[in-house]
């Protein structure tokens, strides 16, 4: 069963137009382990999830020559 930590995890991905490759890689779990998470048959530490998506977008922003941020560049 689908938890609503599930969906949101799910619908924020898509938001930040990630793939669910691009964000395993972020949290170093395999894809389809983090599919599973999605799915609601694994279980999820959403802030950590969520902050990682957050983090990620930024990152990929800079890097593919999208908008720069406001603040430090590190």
């Given at each position: 069963?689908?938890?609503?930590?599930?969906?949101?995890?799910?619908?924020?991905?898509?938001?930040?137009?990630?793939?669910?490759?691009?964000?395993?890689?972020?949290?170093?779990?395999?894809?389809?382990?983090?599919?599973?998470?999605?799915?609601?048959?694994?279980?999820?530490?959403?802030?950590?999830a969520m902050k990682?998506?957050?983090?990620?977008?930024?990152?990929?922003?800079?890097?593919?020559?999208?908008?720069?941020?406001?603040?430090?560049?590190?």
């Open positions: 069963m689908k938890t609503k930590a599930a969906e949101m995890l799910r619908a924020l991905r898509l938001q930040k137009r990630l793939t669910q490759e691009d964000v395993a890689d972020r949290l170093r779990v395999s894809q389809s382990y983090y599919s599973a998470v999605e799915r609601g048959r694994k279980p999820a530490d959403v802030p950590a990682t998506v957050n983090v990620m977008r930024r990152r990929m922003d800079r890097t593919a020559g999208g908008v720069k941020k406001a603040g430090r560049e590190k």
